[in-house]
Every structure is written in structure tokens, then in C-alpha cells.
């Protein structure tokens, strides 16, 4: 146990499955990229935003390498043929683009949590603390990161579980990196995007209170929205967690239909991500427009109010 199973129909669904997904979240995240680049306001307000998309757009790389390279294999017939542990960090071309594509965007997902909770609990720490030079130090850590993460997978396969033979070539990050390294992986990147939801029932708390307070009135539709994605967030990240954990651990088996469903929700992240952006950011929208020749913006004209700081 511990590893997949090859069924010609089942596995050719997933890598077709991947790469369609792949392609839809490339271009949302390459749309959201361009109008952020081409504006400068934009790129100063949301910068890390605009990180989270490059993230997420790496995500997306890593759904069309996963389903080209199983689908090669697949078609020459060699998927089924095992394969260590080993062989499988180091020779295949996608397990790396795996681990980047759900970690960094977990690792924005903290850094603008982090901006989330301070903006609304402490708005004077904010102010003093989030200025740009600190918002390009947490941008730098991204990366960082990467060559962090990727070192400890690699280290993760010197010994004896990267000697492991696993039965199939599908090379999941479960049959790429070590036993505790996958553990760490999957559980990390929920836990990264329960603390996203924490943050944001907080300030969705702390705006209601105050709304109350004033006016009488209920909550903030932007961020009930907001929160109830937060919370979708996480149903789409625990269930391939799940999976894939139970994999590793040989707790259970799952065919690749089972597989390739629940890990293919999420790479739904970076489109609903796209749809909330447009939804909520009327700035985004009129770049959008600017950008088609529909519309003319003033540049001289202020940005509206980012949603979780207070409105004077």
C-alpha cells in the first residue's frame, strides 16, 4: 500500500481532468496578474495580492505538468512500472512545482492574514508596521521560502524512505518526498488557510460589532462572502489532504478517479479567487475596462479603501 493504482479510463480522465483545470486557473491568474502590473496604484495596494497570483499561477503550471506527465507516461505504457522514492524527486519534472504550487500560496494566505487581523484589531500598529518597504520583505520571504521547503523535500529522500519502491510512476509528493515531509506538507497548507478563515471571522466579528454600534445594522456582505470562501478554502484543501495522507500512511486505498476529483478542487482556488477580486474591487474592474479602451481612469482619482480598515 502506500501508492496509487494504474487503470488506463480512470487515469486518463485525471490527467485530462488536470490539465483543463490547469488551463482555466492560467489564464484567471495571468488576467489578474496583467491589471495588476498595469496599474501602479494597483500594484502598490495589493502587492501582496499580486504575489498570491504569481503563486497560484505556479499552482496552475504544476496542474498541466502533472497531467501532461502522467498522460505521457500513460500512453508509452511505463506508468505502471515502479520506481523509487528517489528517482521520483529527482528525475520527474513535476513533484517540485507540486509542493511550491500549494505552499507559497499558503504562505501569502498567512502574510495577508497577518495584514488582516492587524488592520482591524490594531489599526495604529498597522499604519506604523505595513508600510510598502515591509510589505517587499514579506514578498522576498516568498522565494525564500521555496528554496527552503524544497531543500527539506530533497533532504527528505536521502535515506531510507527515499529508497522506497513504490509500484507506479504517478509520483505524487506522497511517493516523491519522505513520510514526515509529506505529513508536514499537507497538514501545513490546511493549517495555513485555517488560520485564513480565524483571521477573517475576527474581522468579520470586529466590523459587525461595530457596525451594530453606529448604525444599527448587520454585517459586512463583503466579508461574509469572504469568510464563507475562507471556509470553502479549506473543504477544498482538507479533502486531497485526507486522501493523500491516508495513501501514505496505508490507512486506506483510492482509485484515480477519487483521486484526481478531490485533488483537482484545489486548483478551483485561483478562479474563485479571480471571481471574488472582480466582485469586490470596483479598481480591478475599471482597469479591466481601461485596459479593453472601454473606459478613461483618472489617475489622480483615490483607490477605494482596502475592506478591512475602517472608513472615516
Same mark, same amino acid.
Given at each position: ?95 517540485? !512545482?507540486? #509542493? &511550491?504550487?500549494?505552499?507559497?500560496? *499558503? %504562505?501569502?494566505? =498567512? ?6 487581523? +492587524? ?104 466579508? !461574509?462572502? #469572504? &469568510?464563507?470562501?475562507?471556509?470553502? *478554502? %479549506?473543504?477544498? =484543501? ?6 493523500? +495522507? ?67
Amino acid at each position: 500500500m502506500g501508492d496509487f493504482k494504474v487503470d488506463f479510463g480512470q487515469t486518463l480522465f485525471m490527467c485530462i481532468l488536470y490539465i483543463s483545470i490547469g488551463t482555466l486557473s492560467i489564464l484567471c491568474s495571468l488576467t489578474t496578474i496583467t491589471l495588476y502590473l498595469t496599474s501602479r496604484e494597483l500594484r502598490k495596494k495589493y502587492l501582496l495580492y499580486l504575489v498570491l497570483d504569481f503563486c497560484e499561477l505556479i499552482d496552475a503550471v504544476s496542474y498541466v505538468l502533472l497531467g501532461t506527465g502522467r498522460g505521457h507516461l500513460l500512453l508509452m505504457g511505463t506508468l505502471g512500472t515502479s520506481i523509487t522514492v528517489r528517482e521520483c524527486f529527482f528525475t520527474r519534472y513535476w513533484p517540485q !512545482s507540486l #509542493i &511550491l504550487g500549494t505552499q507559497l500560496p *499558503s %504562505i501569502c494566505t =498567512l502574510f495577508l492574514s497577518f495584514e488582516r487581523i +492587524l488592520a482591524v484589531v490594531r489599526p495604529a500598529v498597522y499604519k506604523r508596521t505595513c508600510t510598502q518597504n515591509f510589505k517587499w520583505v514579506l514578498t522576498v520571504m516568498v522565494p525564500v521560502w521555496a528554496v527552503l521547503t524544497l531543500l527539506a523535500a530533497g533532504l527528505s529522500v536521502i535515506g531510507e524512505d527515499g529508497e522506497r519502491v513504490v509500484g507506479t510512476r504517478h509520483c505524487a509528493i506522497i511517493t516523491s518526498t519522505g513520510r514526515w515531509y509529506a505529513t508536514f506538507h499537507f497538514t501545513f497548507v490546511v493549517l495555513a488557510y485555517v488560520v485564513s478563515f480565524a483571521s477573517t471571522l475576527v474581522v468579520w466579528a470586529t466590523r459587525r460589532n461595530l457596525s451594530k454600534q453606529k448604525f444599527g445594522g448587520g454585517g459586512d456582505d463583503k466579508l !461574509s462572502m #469572504i &469568510l464563507a470562501m475562507s471556509g470553502t *478554502s %479549506i473543504l477544498l =484543501l482538507a479533502s486531497p489532504a485526507v486522501v493523500m +495522507l491516508t495513501i501514505r500512511w496505508d490507512i486506506t486505498e483510492w482509485g484515480d478517479i477519487e483521486v484526481a476529483v478531490t485533488y483537482a478542487m484545489p486548483g478551483f482556488l485561483s478562479v474563485i479567487n479571480t471571481v471574488i477580486a472582480f466582485r469586490f474591487r470596483k479598481e480591478l474592474r475599471m482597469q479591466l475596462l481601461h485596459l479593453l479602451g472601454l473606459k478613461t481612469i483618472n489617475r489622480h482619482t483615490n483607490f477605494e479603501q482596502s475592506m478591512f480598515t475602517k472608513r472615516r
